[in-house]
């Protein structure tokens, strides 16, 4: 009787430190984690600013982050919505001005 070696428990598969192990039937296979892309062996990391795949709205900034991106405001004058989006300050209505 054979036994099936659990490779990804026993942290002996070639997987990248971004990618997930999963136990198949006398081996593993290696995916690379959202926001990288690769073999599962060798991942990198996409970035979604460059590619335009990020859900930021102008005016927001993307920024690149590890396997991820994050959304910001330009600048003072305006606040961010959870949507990515940002939204101008009247400055004469809450009495900035």
């Not at 006398?26 to 996409?46: L, P």
């Not at 102008?58 to 982050?65: E, G, R």
């Not at 003072?76 to 209505?93: K, R, V």
Request: aromatic share 6%.
């Amino acid at each position: 009787v054979c036994d099936d070696v659990l490779e990804c428990a026993a942290a002996v598969s070639l997987c990248a430190a971004e990618a997930t192990c999963t136990e198949v039937a006398g081996s593993f296979e290696c995916t690379c984690n959202a926001g990288y892309s690769g073999n599962g062996r060798v991942c990198a990391e996409i970035d979604e600013c460059a590619l335009g795949l990020s859900t930021c709205v102008a005016p927001a900034v993307c920024t690149n982050t590890a396997g991820s991106f994050e959304c910001g405001c330009p600048s003072a004058g305006y606040f961010g919505l959870a949507d990515g989006s940002c939204i101008n300050n009247d400055e004469c209505a809450i009495g900035m001005s």
